[in-house]
């Protein structure tokens, strides 16, 4: 499993959902693709089908009826597949805490394997995220 | 004999050597783009790790699909993308073919196509058909154009419809030195263009657009099969050409020089008009390719019967 587990750190496929965020989030991700930082030189490459994705992006509280949406989308996902969570809102509910249609606990909808804390967090902050999901991977 | 040949068909000029050259030409390309777009761009083992990955991973088999075909599609497009590479590198290699090889190699690229509208109309998916039909357009377009095309080292070389001729026919010079050659090459480079999906004519497996077509539903090791086959197209497509207007390869001493350099600059071609032109829809494509391509081919052909 580990020479598996090295080729697989070395090309994550990610796919990006977002799940009710104020779409700062998302902006923030866009950003992170573009050819400043590079990320293929890490293997790291936008799938636009689940079916292709290792790496599932989640940003936002994630709303009620978003939720059924996302939930299907990771049964869709061949495994393994990782659930990365972006920004403080999947972390810790912050501006919409009071949200009269926000679900209780994300963690009930799909296992979240990282949070990526940070509103938004910075582009740096997101490689250094993958960079720790990549080490686990390494063992 | 029997040894000899699944030599032939696994080892050299086929399977291993297209798999591992292709998946490094295909890094070649990853990496002229990324400096296109003024980016670092991946490592040389990319697309072997890609590959290795996607063997790794879960298949999902789409419910609503057809199953036999869903999974058959990309192996029988593997196969016959070895075939290809196998009877263009007997050619180039070992100077051996059989009559007529050109015709089967012209039946089996399109076979290739073939198989991926199979692949996508299998899932059932809306974006999936939506790309096979596109495929099947766009067939329609670069089909009579590399007829044409082919015709033109067929006249050239006396008639001759094996790829060994054409190469001895061209020992005292190639058929890129001539106008019709030259009209040749570029309408065929094109074709090829189209053929391999490759931007401008990517249309069918648009990815920013209808996520990669007919691939949309793979996952795991057919999806791997199909990234496989794209890039074994790198090896076998260009080579074609290289049989076809470049005189083949003299492998001894300075010549295996020429040989990579040959291949090298259908390659780069490539990749430079990949990154220079947006994605075509497909009706402008198809124009294209009936208006412009096709007259542009069949004046060399005419051309190539003047004998100039
Ligand atoms: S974390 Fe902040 S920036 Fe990101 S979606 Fe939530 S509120 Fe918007």
């Known amino acids: ?139 | 004999m029997i040894l000899d040949n699944l030599f032939y068909l696994f080892v050299f000029p086929g399977f291993l050597f297209v798999a591992v050259l292709g998946l490094l030409v295909g890094w070649v390309d990853r990496k002229v783009s990324a400096r296109f777009q003024f980016r670092v761009g991946p490592p040389v083992l990319q697309n072997f790790n890609d590959f290795f990955k996607l063997l790794g991973k879960q298949t999902i088999i789409v419910k609503d699909s057809v199953k036999s075909l869903f999974i058959a599609a990309p192996l029988l497009a593997f196969g016959t993308l070895c075939l290809i590479a196998t009877m263009v590198g007997m050619a180039l290699f070992f100077e051996q073919g059989f009559h007529g090889d050109l015709l089967v190699l012209m039946y089996l690229m399109m076979v290739y196509s073939v198989m991926l509208v199979l692949g996508g109309i299998s899932t059932g998916n809306v974006y999936s058909s939506i790309g096979a039909g596109r495929e099947i357009k766009l067939l329609l377009g670069d089909e009579l154009v590399f007829i044409l095309v082919c015709l033109i080292p067929i006249v050239k070389s006396g008639y001759a419809v094996n790829l060994e001729a054409m190469i001895i026919a061209q020992s005292d010079g190639m058929f890129i030195g001539s106008v019709s050659g030259v009209i040749g090459l570029i309408a065929g480079l094109l074709c090829i263009q189209a053929k391999m999906a490759l931007r401008p004519f990517d249309i069918a497996e648009a990815e920013t657009e209808i996520v990669e077509g007919p691939l949309m539903e793979y996952s795991g090791p057919l999806l791997a099969f199909w990234k496989l086959n794209h890039h074994i197209m790198y090896v076998a497509y260009p080579l074609v050409l290289v049989v076809l207007f470049f005189g083949g390869f003299n492998l001894q001493g300075i010549g295996i020089l020429w040989a990579v350099l040959k291949y090298l600059l259908i390659v780069v071609l490539m990749i430079i008009i990949k990154n220079t032109n947006p994605r075509l829809q497909i009706d402008n494509a198809l124009k294209f390719f009936w208006r412009v391509l096709a007259p542009l081919a069949f004046i060399g052909l005419i051309l190539a019967v003047l004998g100039v």
Request: proline fraction near 8%; aromatic fraction near 8%.
């Open chain 1, 1 to 139: 499993m580990g020479w598996y587990n090295k080729r697989l750190a070395k090309s994550l496929w990610v796919f990006h959902v977002s799940g009710s965020p104020c779409n700062n989030c998302d902006i923030e991700i866009l950003d992170l693709l573009t050819p400043k930082y590079d990320l293929e030189r890490l293997g790291i490459k936008l799938v636009g089908s689940i079916r292709h994705a290792d790496v599932l992006l989640m940003t936002g509280v994630m709303n009620k009826k978003i939720a059924p949406r996302i939930k299907k989308l990771y049964e869709q996902a061949p495994k393994p597949i990782f659930v990365v969570a972006v920004g403080s809102c999947p972390a810790s509910t912050i501006t919409f805490k009071k949200s009269y249609n926000r679900v209780e606990k994300i963690e009930d909808v799909i296992p979240i394997d990282m949070y990526i804390p940070g509103c938004p967090p910075k582009p740096e902050a997101m490689i250094e995220g993958v960079a720790k999901l990549i080490g686990v991977l390494n063992g």
